[in-house]
């Protein structure tokens, strides 16, 4: 009887004992951020000063950091925007990689292979911030919502990651699809995309989290603050450190949060969505990557 491999054998207990205090290590190290971030947020005045400005655990939690910027109304608004973005940005870019994909994918489409090069190649070589610039500005999309997502419509990345997980995709049921009579469109629909969840949620949320993170081309094309996505709030007054919540708003005698209390709550309020989406698609994240990149 041949010996097993030794990737085969049981762990030894100091290999078990070392592998859970490196978990541990590395788990502390991710939590402890979310941690100061969300105890600092809801922490008093007082707190925050004697500590430092940042606070591991509050003993007088309070959340008037958050009643103070729900009614000035500046995060609010920048929230909403985020969200319209990201929802439609989503849809829409999801859906231009999914036909795109499918068009790459199928070796019968004339000029496949040429323009997939000329993709990749934008990929290599991206244009700089001043000819998007430029383009933006040409096509009359400044200061307008339609600048935060056409430019970053599609990207090449999600793009290849689909177009692998189409090719992995046995070439008979194409082939009886089409002996039933169904053409390309009916193909999409009723085959790829039901045996494609896995990729189009991966997809999906990469192109999420890019829409709900970005702050940059807002800053570059939005000239009109009340259209700020919350991502450029969030910057804006984390760098300039001031008070998001508009004084008239506030009654006389209303409890004032610190500057880096409210900073930490819009940093919670920026990051709650994600967080919470992550789970529901974690599921998909090994099978939808990992068969994606199987072909290129």
């Not at 608004?77 to 929802?87: E, P």
């Not at 995309?193 to 189009?200: D, E, G, Y």
Request: no cysteine.
């Amino acid at each position: 009887m041949s010996a097993r491999p030794p990737w085969k054998e049981p762990a030894r207990v100091p290999t078990r004992i070392a592998k859970a205090f490196a978990l541990v290590v590395v788990v502390a190290l991710v939590v402890m951020p979310f941690l100061v971030v969300v105890s600092t947020s809801i922490a008093s005045p007082r707190e925050v000063t004697e500590n430092g400005g940042w606070v591991l655990w509050p003993t007088e939690p309070t959340l008037s950091a958050y009643e103070q910027i729900w009614q000035g109304g500046i995060v609010t608004r920048a929230l909403l925007v985020s969200a319209g973005v990201t929802l439609a940005g989503t849809a829409l870019s999801l859906a231009t990689t999914t036909l795109l994909a499918y068009a790459l994918a199928r070796p019968e489409v004339v000029g496949g292979r040429p323009l997939l090069m000329l993709i990749l190649f934008t990929f290599l070589f991206p244009p700089g911030m001043i000819p998007a610039y430029l383009v933006v500005k040409n096509v009359g999309l400044l200061d307008s919502y339609a600048s935060l997502i056409l430019p970053v419509l599609l990207n090449v990345f999600n793009l290849v990651v689909m177009r692998g997980f189409f090719q992995s995709i046995p070439a008979e049921l194409f082939e009886a699809a089409r002996l039933d009579g169904a053409g390309d469109w009916r193909i999409l629909w009723r085959v790829v995309v039901p045996l494609s969840k896995a990729a189009l949620a991966v997809v999906g949320l990469f192109y999420a989290v890019g829409y709900w993170n970005s702050w940059f081309t807002g800053m570059l094309y939005l000239q009109d603050t009340t259209k700020w996505p919350l991502q450029l709030v969030l910057r804006t007054y984390v760098t300039s450190g001031g008070v998001l919540a508009d004084p008239s708003a506030q009654s006389d005698g209303a409890f004032a949060a610190a500057p880096q209390t409210i900073q930490m709550a819009v940093v919670v309020m920026a990051t709650l969505p994600i967080v919470l989406v992550y789970p529901f698609l974690q599921r998909y994240f090994v099978r939808g990557v990992m068969t994606g990149a199987i072909k290129t």
